[in-house]
């Protein structure tokens, strides 16, 4: 079974930062994109970040240069320093895993994954 353990939020003032991480656990062959979605109550879910094995990254657009992602492939674990955080930024942070490759009853099968969330509060 693949699981995905989150670890990094919790509350900071305004202008302060953040480091998340998200190490992906279990048998598998391979993971497609991994990154960091958000849910702030009342909102839809919203990618803040996601990085491919090879470095190519996409950001949500109010990311704006506060957020960076990164990804240690032999650790399967990605990464988000988030600077600069805002009130507007507090939500239910959210590591999804593409793609992830496993062998089910000897067929391969691919499938994304979530984790449970960590909650991230930007307060004063």
């Known amino acids: 079974q693949v699981h995905l353990v989150e670890s990094g939020g919790g509350l900071v003032q305004p202008g302060g930062s953040l480091r998340l991480s998200c190490a992906v656990s279990?048998?598998?062959?391979?993971?497609?994109?991994m990154g960091w979605y958000r849910q702030a109550p009342g909102k839809q879910r919203e990618l803040v970040a996601r990085?491919?094995?090879?470095?190519?990254?996409n950001y949500g657009d109010f990311v704006k240069g506060r957020f960076a992602i990164s990804r240690d492939n032999p650790q399967s674990t990605v990464y988000l320093q988030m600077n600069s955080l805002q009130p507007d930024d507090s939500a239910v942070y959210y590591c999804?895993?593409?793609?992830?490759?496993?062998?089910?009853?000897?067929?391969?099968?691919?499938?994304?994954?979530w984790g449970q969330g960590t909650q991230v509060t930007v307060s004063s």
């Open positions: 279990g048998t598998f062959f391979s993971i497609g994109f």
């Open positions: 999804k895993a593409e793609d992830i490759l496993t062998m089910d009853r000897g067929a391969p099968h691919q499938a994304d994954y």
């Open positions: 990085i491919s094995s090879g470095d190519v990254t």
